[in-house]
């Protein structure tokens, strides 16, 4: 079992900056692929940021750029930094640890936080 808490969330004008981070508690989390996720009202939940435990990262084509996923194994947690965010980055962010094995998949995720862009 894994943990996850966010926080960092919030307000913010259009070309500002947020961090967010994601505290995992639980389990190994160096073993885990970290992501973050964001949903928007009416929206699909989409990947924003992945990084693996190696610390190879992807990121979607909309973010790329302007927004860095980092991880530090030995304090177990997951950011997320965020410039030149624009309002159609508004959305619920999630933190998710995946993990697969031959037979099982594990994927946990947080409650999220909310990410507001005004214009």
């Known amino acids: 079992q894994v943990q996850l808490v966010e926080s960092g969330g919030g307000l913010v004008q259009a070309g500002g900056s947020l961090r967010l981070s994601c505290a995992a508690s639980g389990s190994i989390f160096s073993a885990y692929v970290m992501g973050w996720y964001r949903q928007a009202p009416g929206k699909q939940r989409e990947l924003v940021a992945a990084?693996?435990?190696?610390?190879?990262?992807n990121y979607a084509d909309s973010v790329k750029g302007r927004f860095t996923i980092s991880r530090d194994n030995a304090k177990n947690t997951v950011s997320l930094q965020m410039n030149s965010l624009k309002p159609e980055d508004t959305a619920l962010y999630y933190c998710?640890?995946?993990?697969?094995?031959?037979?099982?998949?594990?994927?946990?995720w947080g409650q999220g936080t909310q990410v507001t862009v005004s214009s």
């Open positions: 990084i693996t435990s190696s610390a190879s990262t």
């Open positions: 998710n640890a995946h993990h697969s094995t031959a037979r099982v998949i594990y994927d946990y």
